[in-house]
């Protein structure tokens, strides 16, 4: 019974809930207006709905499942989610940040115990009551209007369980925050800042490594589905249907849950009445804000400065001008006074030891930027892939013959040597990764932007590798009895396309194909030219609707001459690509203006102060169509063919290295 009275008071609890339970109404109103009532509104124009190959239906399931991606009512409900509980627990312990209330609540014949788990136990009953009854409403709903196809009990339950939890653990964090704070608008600002600050802060101190790391692979950490669990708040974005809770989410939200009411509650029972509106009520933590306010404002003005100047010096400045700003705004709010400019010997200390850290990273104390792994200690190697699809995708084989091993070491150790050069180059045209699985099963990721023609003679054989062609090229892990039918559509042309059904023809073409990539070199394969047309296999998996098993794609590239060979001998050429004469009629050709080129869609014929060259001569067309290339931001010159009708097909361009003679002459004279 002594147990009972400490714990719960029926007293205060129902005085809580008649000041505050206009929260829970107004809660409840708007979880209606985002649920039972939207399913009303959609009933009606439910034969509109869409079902993909999962069963998801459009719009009504998807209420259920709080991405803001999917409309605009889960957009209301996540902000729902995290207003809610922060504005609850602001209002429920709004006492504890003004002196006369603090003072006047604990003179009552009540522990703070049991004050603070009345309280805790009323933001309960307003938040939750409401998902509870919303949750009915829409199980009512699902059977009144004869609905049970479009959502099933499933989704509802999935809904209440991923509210009741946000909820739970966002307003448990809020109490925390109210329990080390004095002012309100420091703690429900602070909760909003701290529960986004894990994945923010990792994210601002991975790219800040990756400007002063030389090869820091950022991209390998910035995993989204590794971020997102960083922050409650960033995971809301991302629940849905494909992407809810594990078993271990839901273990670590209630081991949190219950971690901050005992801290909450820890904190409210040591905290001091008189230290009602200071910023941080507990002096031990005033260091941590200070300094901690410092670190996060010092990394995101060096990133801006970065940004915005692209040279190391910038990202230094900026970290001067956030660490003052971010040390005197701290000391501004735990001061409550603009007089702390004197308060300068913290700061000394702070500057000191990132000074000492910075010198560290540039002189390499760690051999970071040196390291290359020992040839005998590397299991596999991912080369020149995304770090995403190298950490998620298993169809990717890798390195391991080692040849092919020792030509990527060897490319790695000329990078690394080249470090000055490449940092400085204002040229720079791809980007080379590197991802080590060593024999330990230790991994190692390095990133570098580089001015890829430099590296050519170290990525030719690496490029030619058999392995580097198995991993790039799909058609090679093809098999030709799997294949139900060939597209080829050429890359201009009106609504052209030849297709192969023929399985003896699709067996040669594919056979064909593999030994087009297996000559293919190292020049051909990063020439920029635009491809005749593109190639798509389907697949008997793909025709039975089977997601795992896709469609073969690939361009046919202007050097697979033993693939046209064979298309014209077979009767496929005419529709595989664009002819000039039949499909392109005339051209017509501009000086790229590399500031506003992608303000284009069409080039029209007679612009006023624009020089242009119009192209008919079939001679000249043909020239053309075998030069360009079809990303005009890479373009000295931009070109749009036009069919006899006059449509055109899109803005294409001409690089320095392949634009015709002809074109050059004509833009270089005075005429």
């Known amino acids: 019974m002594r147990f009972k009275t400490s714990f719960f008071n029926k007293g205060l609890l129902l005085d809580n809930l008649k000041r505050f339970g206009w929260i829970g109404i107004i809660y409840t109103l708007a979880l209606f207006f985002c649920m039972p009532l939207n399913i009303l509104m959609n009933y009606d124009i439910k034969k ?22 999917l409309n605009f009512q889960s957009s209301v409900m996540v902000i729902l989610i995290i207003a809610i509980p922060i504005l609850t627990a602001m209002l429920l312990f709004r006492y504890i940040h003004v002196k006369k209330s603090v003072d006047t609540i604990h003179t009552l014949p009540y522990k703070r115990e049991e004050i603070y788990n009345n309280r805790v136990a009323t933001g309960f009953i307003l938040m939750v009551l409401p998902v509870l009854l919303t949750g009915l409403f829409s199980f009512i709903l699902r059977y009144a209007l004869h609905i049970e196809h479009y959502y099933n009990i499933v989704d509802i339950g999935y809904w209440l369980g991923f509210t009741i939890m946000m909820n739970s653990i966002i307003f448990l964090f809020c109490v925390f925050m109210a329990m080390i704070s004095g002012l309100s608008a420091v703690q429900g600002g602070l909760s909003i800042i701290l529960l986004l600050l894990p994945t923010a802060f990792v994210f601002l101190l991975f790219v800040n490594f990756e400007i002063l790391l030389y090869g820091f692979a950022s991209e390998y950490y910035f995993n989204e589905n590794i971020l997102m669990y960083f922050s409650p708040i960033i995971r809301m974005f991302n629940f849905n249907e494909l992407n809810m809770f594990n078993m271990r989410e839901v273990v670590i939200y209630i081991v949190l849950c219950i971690f901050f009411y005992y801290v909450a509650k820890i904190a409210y029972k040591k905290r001091k009445l008189e230290h ?188 030619e590798s058999k392995e580097y062609k198995v991993d790039h090229y799909p058609v090679l892990n093809a098999e030709a009895d799997t294949i139900r039918m060939i597209e080829i559509r050429p890359t201009h042309g009106s609504g052209k396309e030849a297709i192969i059904v023929d399985q003896e023809h699709i067996a040669e073409a594919v056979n064909i194909l593999k030994q087009e990539v297996i000559n293919e070199t190292y020049e051909e394969m990063i020439d920029p030219r635009a491809s005749w047309a593109s190639v798509r296999m389907v697949t008997d998996e793909y025709q039975k609707n089977n997601r795992d098993k896709k469609s073969i794609h690939m361009s046919w590239d202007k050097n697979y001459t033993a693939f046209e060979k064979w298309l014209g001998e077979n009767d496929y050429l005419e529709d595989a690509r664009a002819w000039v004469g039949k499909d392109i009629a005339y051209a017509i050709v501009e000086k790229s203006d590399s500031d506003n080129f992608t303000y284009y869609y069409q080039i029209e014929e007679g612009t006023l102060n624009v020089k242009q060259l119009k192209i008919e001569d079939i001679h000249l067309l043909e020239e053309c169509q075998l030069n360009y290339i079809s990303n005009p931001s890479d373009a000295e010159y931009i070109i749009e063919f036009y069919s006899k009708n006059g449509n055109g097909w899109g803005i294409d361009g001409f690089d320095e290295e392949h634009v015709p003679d002809f074109v050059k002459a004509y833009f270089e004279s005075n005429d």
């Open 48 to 69: 509109q709905f869409y079902y993909d190959n999962y069963g998801f239906s459009y719009p009504i399931k998807s209420l259920f499942y709080c991405d803001p991606n």
């Open 276 to 463: 009602a509106s200071k910023a941080i009520t507990f002096d031990s933590l005033q260091p941590l804000f200070k300094f901690g306010v410092t670190l996060c404002a010092m990394l995101l003005v060096g990133t801006f400065f970065w940004a915005e100047g692209d040279h190391i010096y910038w990202i230094y400045f900026g970290y001067l001008i956030g660490s003052l700003l971010g040390y005197f705004i701290a000391e501004i709010i735990l001061k409550k006074s603009f007089k702390v400019f004197t308060h300068i010997k913290g700061y000394l200390v702070y500057a000191g030891l990132v000074i000492i850290l910075l010198f560290g990273i540039q002189w390499d104390v760690i051999g970071y930027e040196k390291y290359v792994p020992q040839i005998d200690k590397i299991e596999k190697i991912y080369f020149n892939k995304g770090t995403y699809a190298i950490a998620n995708d298993e169809k990717i084989r890798g390195f391991s013959e080692p040849e092919d091993v020792k030509n990527i070491l060897q490319l790695h150790q000329v990078i690394i040597d080249d470090k000055q050069q490449n940092l400085s180059a204002s040229d720079k045209t791809g980007r080379i990764i590197f991802y080590y699985q060593l024999s330990n099963g230790r991994k190692v990721a390095r990133k570098y932007d580089v001015t890829q023609k430099l590296y050519a003679q170290y990525l030719k054989p690496i490029y």
